[in-house]
Nanobody, 121 residues
Framework: QVHLVESGGGLVQAGGSLRLSCAASGSIFSINLMGWYRQAPGNQRELVAR???????NYAESVKGRFTISRDNAKNTVYLQMNSLKPEDTAVYYCNAEIRVYSWNTYASYWGQGTQVTVSS
């Protein structure tokens, strides 16, 4: 089994910063892609940022220049540094990872339980 555990969400004023963390644990052979998605009430889940094992990244247009994704491969952990937060960033943020476990020879997608980020105006 694989578990993704997020932390770092909370309430912050507009213009403030938060740092999200997501640690993957379990029978992990390798991790390809790790990323963050978010879902606001009434909206579909959307990609925020993702990073592949080699370090290449891509971001949603709405967060470019404000958010930075990074990962620590030794710790199987991905981070999302969020600066200059806006009320429209308010959502539940979900960690996602493509992981190959020891008992399989293919990658599967795993999700964390989500962490709430609320930005007040």
């Amino acid at each position: 089994q694989v578990h993704l555990v997020e932390s770092g969400g909370g309430l912050v004023q507009a213009g403030g910063s938060l740092r999200l963390s997501c640690a993957a644990s379990g029978s992990i052979f390798s991790i390809n892609l790790m990323g963050w998605y978010r879902q606001a009430p009434g909206n579909q889940r959307e990609l925020v940022a993702r990073i592949i094992s080699g370090g290449s990244t891509n971001y949603a247009e709405s967060v470019k220049g404000r958010f930075t994704i990074s990962r620590d491969n030794a710790k199987n952990t991905v981070y999302l540094q969020m600066n200059s937060l806006k009320p429209e960033d308010t959502a539940v943020y979900y960690c996602n990872a493509e992981i190959r476990v020891y008992s399989w020879n293919t990658y599967a997608s795993y999700w964390g339980q989500g962490t709430q980020v609320t930005v007040s105006s």
